[in-house]
Each structure stands twice: as structure tokens, then as C-alpha cells.
């Protein structure tokens, strides 16, 4: 489908609504996920939460083959997800200091068995010791294995990868494993590895063929010595405790960690939406799922209209590509000095002739979930109408930042 039918099935589709709007492309979130799941080569997808962020396509995914589980990003939504019912099987994909939520969770014994909590450090387990008290529930923890690649044999002073755990080596998960095993309330039943440095860097940047080739170099350096590591991680830990899974892996990651034989379970949820940083890979193609649409209020000469609103920037380090882009219709990019304002984004390019006062443009979002903090719900598109409208996890009254 052309950009300007494209453009046009979603204006057909909103017809009655008036923008600020989002919406997300059902025909394109469902390829999405099946081409994750043909990446992921038979290995279950646990779907990352944060990069969705509303309960209605979690739930449109979890019902597909090839997925399974959640990977959440905060304790409480955890404990909201299964509350209503999302999933019964959790994964919270970063440590947490929330003790009234880890209270709640130590007193109900049907979320202790659904939800897993991560931890990398004795530090945190004397946290939920201090939170819950002595002879407190048993608590599922999983381990967090730094899977960023030390180049200069393992030292500290080269770090390429997410700044996360501080447990790099087998001896170092060993001893952890030690420690969790013979404290009391506590059960490993897990590792996660999650390979930023592969997983979230496009390895074919637009209009950047040498930091490319360098980014393949760097990745495939890492992957070998990621999948080395890893596997002798998961052979140590397992020789202390039953491990249930072993989660690797991210959207742009897919093939090569569902290829590890340590690796049970990969995650992924940016895919799903592709966002603008997924422009840049190789190995994939997602489809622009998730949109909004902004009005043109203004018509301030040739070549030129100005937007209302729009000035959603993504988290990460300051670029130009953590900001939205121009995407209907074609042919449009953001001003260098003004790019996209709280209260007005200009828009210039020779389609912008053709825009009246009242006529949209759509927008994509640099990162996934995050578009969801700015709208209360979504429209949820197929083919020339809306499904239905789904409320986000804002629009639901959940903040969990």
C-alpha cells in the first residue's frame, strides 16, 4: 500500500475524531508479531510490557502462538497486571525498592507464585528482608547477568552495553546463587540476560554505512562471547538450583539468542510497534504500527505548516533521533530550530503546500511504549475503521515511572 492510501485509510478511519489522537495499526501489529515469532525460530517470546503499555494489545498478543509471559518493568504493574487477570506469569525485568509493594505481594500468595522479582546483589535481598521482616513468604527471584561485552579480557575499564548487573562471571552468579539458596524466604528460579549493545542498536544506521559495519563488528564479537559466558552461567547456576527459565535477548536480538541452547525464553516488545529506532536493522523490517496524528493550526508561508502540539522526545541520550518524525504524508521533516515543541511543531517539504488548517499529519514515536504516556487511549485500526478504542495505561490511571 502507497503512503498516500496508507494516509488515507487512516484518515477514513478517525474521521470522527479530532487530533491529538493515537492510534495503532492492527494489520501491522499482527505482522509484527508473527515475523517475531518466525525470528524467534521456536522459542517463547515473553512480550516486554514497557514497550506496549496498554492492556488491550498485551492481551491480543499474549493469545497468539509463539508467546508467553510478561517481562514488566516496575513491581506495581506487576501486581495491577495480574490483578486483572493479563498474565499469571511475570517477570519484573528490573530490581525494585518498593516496599509497600513488595508487602503487598509477600500477603497474597496466588501473585507470589505468578510474579518473579529480580535481584543482582545480596543488597537486595537484605531490602526485602528489611521490607517484609523476618520469616516473611517465600519470594521467586531471578538473577540479572551483565551481558554487556568487556573486550580488554573482562575488564571494567571497556564497558560496551547497558550499565545494569554487577554479576558479569559464572563465579560471581555462583556465589549469588549460594546466597539466595541458603536464605531462608527466597527462591532462584531464573536468570535474565538482556544484550542492549545487539539487542537495541541498529546495525544499519541510514546513511551511515561505516558506524554500520563497525556495529555489526562490535555485535558479533559480543554475541560470541555473550552466548560463551552465558552458557557456563546457566550451567553453574542450575548446578545449585532448578532454574524455570532463562530469558535473553530483545527485539532486534532475536535470531541469534533463540539460537543459544542455554537460552528457554527471548523478549521483545518494540517490534511489535516499530518505533523509529527500529528503522536501522538489518535482520528485520518492522511495519509502523503505532501513530498519532497532529492538526495543522497554522500556515506560515511556502513549504511550511505548524502543528499543534507534538513535542514527545524519547528517553536515551540527546539526539535528533529521539525525536518523532514526520511519516504522512511524505515528504515532511521537522525544522532545526524549532523540531517538535510542547505547544507547536513546524513541518516543512513540499507536501506541506498541500495541508489546509484542519488537515493532519501523522507522527511516529522514536521508542514504543513510551507514546502511551501522552494519550489516555488508543485507536485500535483494521483495515478503513476502528475496532475499538483501548485505553492506555494513563488512561487506566496507572503511572508507574
Not at 147 to 157: F, H, T
Not at 363 to 391: D, N
Amino acid at each position: 500500500m502507497s503512503p498516500q492510501q496508507q494516509r488515507v485509510r487512516f484518515d477514513s478511519a478517525t474521521e470522527g475524531f479530532d487530533p491529538p489522537f493515537a492510534l495503532v495499526d492492527l494489520d501491522a501489529f499482527d505482522h509484527n508479531a508473527t515475523e517475531l515469532v518466525r525470528r524467534a525460530g521456536g522459542t517463547p517470546i515473553r512480550v516486554a510490557s514497557k514497550s506496549v503499555r496498554v492492556r488491550a494489545l498485551l492481551d491480543r498478543v499474549l493469545a497468539m502462538p509463539g508467546y508467553a509471559g510478561l517481562m514488566t518493568y516496575s513491581l506495581a504493574e506487576a501486581m495491577w497486571l495480574f490483578a486483572e487477570g493479563t498474565s499469571d506469569d511475570l517477570l519484573v525485568g528490573y530490581p525494585t525498592t518498593d516496599r509497600a509493594t513488595l508487602q503487598k505481594l509477600a500477603v497474597d500468595e496466588a501473585a507470589r507464585s505468578a510474579i518473579t522479582v529480580m535481584v543482582d546483589s545480596v543488597e537486595h535481598l537484605d531490602l526485602i528482608d528489611d521490607a517484609l521482616g523476618p520469616g516473611h513468604p517465600e519470594i521467586r527471584v531471578c538473577i540479572e547477568l551483565d551481558a554487556s561485552w568487556r573486550p580488554l579480557n573482562g575488564s571494567r575499564r571497556l564497558h560496551v552495553g547497558p550499565l545494569r548487573s554487577p554479576v558479569h562471571t559464572a563465579a560471581q552468579a555462583t556465589e549469588l546463587t549460594k546466597r539466595i539458596v541458603d536464605r531462608p524466604g527466597f527462591k532462584a528460579v531464573g536468570i535474565m540476560a538482556y544484550e542492549g549493545q545487539i539487542a537495541g542498536i541498529g546495525d544499519a544506521p541510514p546513511g551511515n554505512p561505516l558506524r554500520g559495519a563497525a556495529v555489526r563488528w562490535m555485535q558479533a564479537k559480543s554475541a560470541a562471547e555473550l552466548a560463551e559466558r552465558r552458557a557456563a552461567v546457566v550451567a553453574a547456576v542450575r548446578a545449585l538450583a532448578p532454574l524455570e527459565f532463562v530469558n535473553g535477548g530483545g527485539t532486534g536480538s532475536l535470531e541469534g539468542t533463540s539460537s543459544e541452547q542455554a537460552v528457554t525464553e527471548v523478549a521483545a516488545g518494540s517490534g511489535l510497534l516499530g518505533p523509529t529506532l527500529f528503522d536501522g536493522y538489518r535482520s528485520f523490517q518492522p511495519r509502523p504500527a503505532a501513530l498519532f496524528a497532529l492538526p495543522v493550526v497554522r500556515r506560515p508561508g511556502p513549504n511550511v505548516a505548524t502543528l499543534f502540539t507534538g513535542g514527545y522526545p524519547a528517553s536515551g541520550p540527546i539526539g535528533e533521533d529521539r525525536l518523532p518524525s514526520p511519516y504522512l504524508p511524505a515528504g515532511l521533516k521537522l525544522t532545526k530550530l524549532e523540531a517538535a515543541g510542547e505547544v507547536q511543531t513546524p513541518v516543512t517539504g513540499k507536501a506541506a503546500d498541500r495541508l489546509r488548517i484542519g488537515d493532519r499529519v501523522w507522527m511516529r514515536h522514536a521508542k514504543a511504549g513510551e507514546l502511551a504516556e501522552r494519550f489516555r487511549e488508543f485507536h485500535l485500526v483494521r483495515g478503513y475503521q476502528v475496532e475499538r478504542t483501548a485505553p492506555t495505561y494513563r488512561g487506566e490511571g496507572q503511572a508507574f515511572g
